[in-house]
């Protein structure tokens, strides 16, 4: 399968209107690849571009070691030339035609024998589970087997990177999960460079081995799911990633003294698993009063008053506390996200290995 490469592309549409400004991003082959951010911050334009459906304004676009798009140098290769299969948030399946003909249409297209046509459509029915479909219609079909279909369709044509934008978005919650299932089952099955546009970041964090996370046009952070929740570049990231989102802390407040003394620190960030309840005061624990408690189905959210900030804690531990009672509640410094004044992210230089004195008289 090959790479992908974007060299400092950009998408300007009017001198007032870059969807996309002066990007970087290597999708390594066989990489299942999240295109992560807010509407309209310029990912859906990214993957045109790289399907070939808009042209760049700037830069250079690589699918393996073949330029495929590059305004300065006048190349542009058509996105049927590309090698590439894409599937929109709308499945577009012909709706006169069978499962079976929407699947094969590509194939015939492509001219090949109906022996191999019915080897290949049937090869691929069976790995997404819809053989049991082929002579249903579209209308006959639920949202999540139209799904499986369209994905189907482009499977069948063997693409060396195949681009989803926003597939799942129509389908309902238990649909949803099922079909991430699927895709992920789907992307070790056939060993495919995918790259996968979504605003859902509970999609990316359980489908992707990187995510790229963008903002405006332009890329915030790369990098594995895991390292992106633990270790965010910046506020946007930090804020975008994770549900109840991170609690913030002004480092000039109380609470944002206790946690950072370190220079340049602007803003603390702290995550609501990462605030615990004590039963008792200690050394180690802050005061703090509970104003509210929101059951959430296996896990508990918890509104709390710490130092005269209002954060949120999140449990999977049902609370022995009652909304309006006062408790404590213990935050380990190290696992405190620290921002500089332009948002950018601190390193901790403190802390790793000691709870700061100051804890020492917070009871």
Known sequence: MPTITLDAISKQYSQQATAVQNVDLHIPSGDFMCLLGPSGCGKTTMLRMIAGL??????????????????????????????????????????????????????????????????????VMEKLGIAGYAKRYPSQLSGGQQQRVALARMMVLKPKVLLLDEPLSNLDASLRLEMRAELKRLHQAFDTTILFVTHDQWEAMTLATNIAVMSKGQLQQVGSPDDIY?????????????????????????????????????????????????????????????????????????????????????????????????TYCQIQPQHVHLFDAAGSRLEHTAYHNAVPTSFMHAV
Not at 240 to 263: E, H, K, M, S
């Open 230 to 326: 633990a270790r965010p570049a910046n506020r946007f990231v930090a804020e975008f990633i994770g549900n109840p989102p991170i609690n913030q802390v002004a480092a000039d407040t109380a609470l944002g003294g206790r946690l950072a003394r370190q220079p340049n620190t602007h803003m603390l960030g702290i995550r609501p698993e990462d605030i615990h309840l004590a039963p008792d005061a200690t050394a180690h624990t802050l005061p703090a009063k509970v104003r509210g408690i929101m059951p959430t189905g296996g896990s508990w959210v918890l509104d709390m008053e710490i130092e005269g900030q209002c954060l949120q804690l999140s449990t999977q531990i049902r609370p022995q506390v009652q909304a309006g009672e006062h």
């Open 54 to 123: 808009e042209h760049l304004s700037h830069g250079r676009l690589y699918i393996g070691d073949q330029l495929v798009d590059s305004p300065q140098s006048g190349c542009f290769v058509a996105p049927e030339k590309r090698g590439l299969g894409l599937v929109f948030q709308s499945y577009a399946l012909w709706p006169h035609m069978t499962v079976e003909q929407n699947i094969e249409f590509g194939l015939r297209l492509r001219k090949l024998s109906e022996r191999e046509r019915r080897a290949r459509t049937g090869e």
